[in-house]
């Protein structure tokens, strides 16, 4: 006995029915592309290196961690209306650090933050 759940039995006749036939998938197995991808950006990582990659068309951002290049040029075009030349994806290290009136260690949380480079002469406006 399933300790949450109760089994039931199927009877013969529907057991019989089944057998050599195929089940069509649900709609539940079928996942839909999501349409908002406003979770792919988190926010623009703004840096003094990142600002002097702005003047040739390299914008910066933070990105979830599960996200692919192929969400981020697709939130890119949902959000800002531009199509990204290219992207680059880098994982940003975790770091160990310590606080100096406590002296207890932490960890700073990494992360990953995404490269997006647009064609010359288009810009975008970063909030």
Do not use: C, W
Request: zero cysteines; aromatic letters at 6%; proline letters at 3%.
């Amino acid at each position: 006995m399933a300790l949450f759940g109760i089994k039931t039995k199927k009877s013969a006749q529907d057991a019989s029915s089944s057998v050599g036939k195929k089940e069509a998938p649900t709609e539940t197995a079928v996942k839909a592309a999501p349409t908002n991808y406003a979770h792919v950006l988190r926010h623009s990582r703004i840096t003094e290196k990142a600002s002097d990659l702005q003047a040739s068309s390299v914008y910066t951002f933070d990105i979830a961690t599960s996200a692919t290049k192929r969400d981020v040029a697709r939130a890119m075009h949902a959000i800002y209306k531009v199509r990204p030349r290219s992207i680059r994806i880098v994982k940003v290290p975790s770091k160990n650090t310590r606080n100096a009136r406590t002296g207890r260690r932490g960890v700073k949380q990494g992360g990953r933050k995404a490269y997006v480079y647009l064609k010359k002469g288009e810009t975008i406006t970063i909030q």
